[in-house]
């Protein structure tokens, strides 16, 4: 029997002990396409009894936060303490399909945790997608996908207003399908100006080859809309580290980094690895595990070594999970320059390239947060374990509008574009994310780069400071917030 439920989207998590469930994942080839997946990891089925203790939140070897969890970790608590929920301001999901089950399961989810139900308005610019009744491939992927960022960035902002642009068909294969999910956009931003946007999805600059200037150029005037309409633009900046594919799956043979992340218009969501009141301790290096899953008749016994744990405080380190494997996206951009906001890095990391990510935020699957899925079917439904910076982005855009409903009360415009602001902030509105050893005996491992095991592509390295694997780290909440609020 197979120990740990995984998938990944977009690209196929190799392990042989794992159950790696990835029908579809990125769709069918077009002949002209590029590849736009959703970046969500999708962990193991929760018990009840772990969603109703939150002491106690684990599956197996795997831990799993509710929002309790989140909101302490990261200081949201004291942000809804002195009465900024995000009350007023609108939180924009962008996702392709969407979900059939949608509102339902964000009920269920604020119910399980004692929040209130948003107003949620789901907009489809192309039309309503029609769901197969067994919800193969593509269309579960961006539904697990479309639950967690709803989940998400309603957990971060309970008050703010939810709207979900669901794109129809999946932007997944082909130039064809971008115009929908921009024209979704556009909708949004002409709708809601001065609202915070969130999509986690992704596309390998590469993918564009040598239509790059013209597809570029045509996209990112939404994002010039969206910063003239002071919209905040997020974007997940990738779970593969520096490892990216084209549409076949093929890995470019040299470090890579994801639009629409890497547009200096959007601000790139990168991914921490949070462990917050344990500490990962393996006792056996990766390549141990997975010799171990190939031999093993009971792959449980090799989980148990490599994710094993003991109790902490909070560590946050880069998000690279060997297991799965997985790692934040960041790096240098091969499509732009170095932006003006980026003038104080040192050039010696960013080499005249746009660097991302800007900030972080925690994407592990062992310390993943809790999504309710009610479209699988019968025991199937409930809770699952979720990360990857499809996390991220959502919650930071929640942060964000905490701060707009904030802003509003001072007599102030909304954040809009961020990026000019936020690399102006003090560095101690962040944790910064460094190198950090963990493990015993053979299981010792130093976490120093976003590097996609078990590829050979260099990783982008963490350092003290700004850098190319986690930006400026996670913010802190409320100082991160209350700087927000005191800018122009």
Request: aromatic share 10%; with cysteine.
């Amino acid at each position: 029997m197979r120990s740990i439920r995984v998938r990944r989207f977009g690209r196929l998590a190799v392990a042989a002990g794992m159950f790696v469930a990835l029908s579809g994942a990125g769709g069918t080839a077009a002949a002209s396409g590029l590849v736009f997946v959703p970046l969500a990891q999708m962990g193991p089925h929760v018990s009840q009894q772990a969603v109703a203790d939150p002491s106690g939140c684990v599956s197996g070897v795997i831990h799993c936060y509710t929002p309790d969890d989140i909101y302490g970790a990261y200081g949201v608590d004291a942000v809804h303490d002195a009465g900024w929920t995000g009350a007023g301001q609108t939180i924009v999901i962008v996702d392709s399909y969407g979900s059939p089950t949608a509102a339902s399961d964000l009920h269920a989810f604020d119910q399980a945790f004692g929040l209130p139900d948003p107003k949620l308005t789901i907009h489809y610019p192309c039309g309503t997608p029609t769901f197969s009744n067994a919800m193969h491939g593509i269309q579960a992927n961006w539904a697990e996908e479309t639950s967690l960022d709803l989940q998400w960035a309603h957990a971060i902002a309970p008050g703010a207003d939810i709207v979900l642009v669901a794109a129809n068909p999946a932007e997944t294969q082909g130039v064809q399908g971008f115009p929908c999910i921009f024209a979704g956009e556009q909708w949004a931003i002409s709708h809601y100006p001065g609202a915070v946007m969130s999509q986690s999805f992704a596309v390998t600059e590469q993918s564009f080859h040598d239509a790059a200037p013209s597809q570029v150029a045509k996209y990112r005037s939404v994002y010039k809309q969206a910063a003239a309409a002071g919209v905040t633009v997020f974007g997940s900046s990738g779970d593969s580290g520096t490892a990216n594919g084209d549409k076949q799956g093929r890995l470019f043979p040299f470090p890579t980094v994801n639009w629409p992340s890497s547009d200096p218009l959007v601000t790139s969501a990168g991914g921490t690895w949070l462990q917050y009141g344990w500490t990962w301790d393996p006792t056996i290096s990766a390549d141990q595990y997975y010799a171990c899953l190939s031999t093993a008749s009971d792959p449980s016994t090799c989980d148990a070594q490599y994710l094993n744990s003991v109790s902490g405080s909070k560590t946050e380190a880069v998000w690279k999970e060997d297991w799965l494997p997985a790692a934040g996206g960041g790096g240098r951009s091969a499509l732009f320059p170095t932006p003006a906001f980026q003038a104080g890095i040192s050039q010696s990391v960013l080499q005249g390239s746009r660097g991302l990510p800007d900030l972080s935020w925690n994407a592990a699957v062992d310390g993943g947060v809790l999504v309710h899925l009610g479209f699988l079917g019968g025991a199937n439904n409930g809770f699952y374990i979720f990360g990857g910076t499809s996390a991220a982005s959502p919650q930071l855009a929640g942060v964000v509008a905490l701060a707009n409903q904030a802003r509003a009360a001072a007599g102030k415009s909304s954040v809009g574009y961020l990026n000019p602001l936020l690399y102006t902030l003090p560095s101690s509105d962040f944790t910064d994310t460094v190198p950090q050893t963990f493990g015993t005996g053979s299981g010792l491992t130093t976490l120093n780069s976003n590097a996609q095991y078990p590829t050979s592509i260099p990783g982008s390295a963490t350092t003290a400071g700004y850098d190319l694997s986690t930006g400026f780290g996670s913010p802190k909440v409320p100082a991160f917030v209350g700087d927000l609020v005191a800018a122009p």
